[in-house]
């Protein structure tokens, strides 16, 4: 059987499963399975496929008929350019998400390119940031729910001289997490821990481990101090937000494969957002900012729940369909202790 028709067959097959984009997706899985660019299926058509890449893409394709995400399948995805590993320990990245993650390094980089947070030489000199003093005025975030790790990976990897600090309930997640981290070469600048929202960050609602890394062995130990420690000038997180009694019309791919504590928010899909308008403000530092990612008709009700609670919504951000889909809002506390 040749590339082509193998994708032929394939699209078809997975066309009758109700699959979306059936042709692409046997073309990522074969571009997969013959370590190619995709694009250079096109060149290779007369190709004879093997017995044994026959078998192998005929197991990838029974599988994606079966509704397995195609990233679970190949075994990662691509988020902001860096490899994430994905599982069933955590949600698979979306292309919205991105623009999220974008957002917060922005801001991030804007806050360590500001004169009051350099050194008095740096400002002398115009010595470039990356050679600041490692304590002095380094901004700082917390990604709220970490999942896959991927919206920290991002930050970590476009902000160097971020500390960065990454929360999760589920400790497969944070293990996949650390584990991507890892791959991006940016494991040494994020601070992994486990715990059920802001709560870890008392010692009562943190989970005993031995750090894994010298920043984590910082993070542990200011946990047991003040809470002052834990003052950030980026809260960001992609909670879950769907409405409990939607998870069962979601499209498989979603609905079987993503855990539904990454899924489901609660009754009207808004209980995380509740928790972080109630919570987060005294975690933030004067002009610090928090960003969050929410679900398509949400705005107005994301809105008003961090009206309510006093915050300052500075934006709504629309994703790349031009729905409403990211909400940027800043403590009003926090703006007048600045103040």
């Avoid at 623009?99 to 806050?111: N, P, S």
């Avoid at 972080?276 to 398509?296: Q, R, T, V, W």
Wanted: glycine letters at 6%; hydrophobic letters at 40%.
């Amino acid at each position: 059987m040749t590339v082509l028709e193998a994708i032929q067959k394939s699209a078809d097959f997975l066309g009758k499963k109700s699959v979306e984009s059936p042709r692409l997706q046997t073309e990522l899985l074969l571009a997969h399975l013959l370590k190619l660019p995709r694009m250079k299926l096109y060149l290779n058509f007369e190709r004879v496929l093997t017995p044994a890449e026959t078998d192998a893409l005929r197991e990838f394709v029974k599988r994606r008929g079966q509704r397995e995400p195609l990233q679970h399948i190949v075994g990662s995805t691509s988020f902001c350019g860096y490899e994430i590993a994905v599982n069933r320990n955590a949600l698979v990245p979306r292309p919205e998400t991105e623009l999220l993650a974008e957002l917060g390094w922005r801001f991030l980089g804007e806050i360590a390119a500001a004169p009051e947070r350099q050194t008095p030489f740096q400002r002398e000199s115009s010595m470039p940031s990356e050679h600041a003093e490692p304590e002095f005025g380094v901004p700082t975030a917390l990604d709220f729910g970490t999942g896959t790790g991927c919206i920290a990976i991002a930050l970590a990897a476009k902000c160097p001289n971020v500390k960065i600090t990454a929360t999760d309930i589920s400790a497969d997640a944070l293990a996949l997490a650390k584990a991507n981290a890892a791959r991006n070469q940016v494991a040494e600048r994020i601070g992994f821990l486990q715990g059920d929202g802001f709560a870890t960050f008392h010692s009562e609602g943190r989970v005993p481990r031995v750090p894994n890394s010298e920043i984590e062995a910082k993070i542990m130990d200011a946990c047991n101090s003040s809470l002052r420690n834990w003052e950030f000038d980026l809260v960001i997180s992609n909670p879950p937000y769907i409405p409990s009694a939607e998870i069962t019309t979601l499209q498989p791919e979603v609905r079987d494969f993503d855990p539904r504590a990454a899924l489901d928010g609660g009754a009207d899909g808004l209980d995380f957002y509740r928790k972080l308008a109630a919570e987060a403000g005294p975690f933030l530092k004067p002009d610090g900012k928090i960003m969050l990612e929410f679900g398509d008709g949400q705005e107005e009700a994301v809105k008003s729940i961090f009206e309510t609670q006093k915050w300052i919504v500075e934006a709504v951000k629309e994703d790349y369909s031009q729905r409403a889909r990211i909400l940027i809002a800043k403590s009003s506390s926090s703006t007048s202790s600045s103040s």
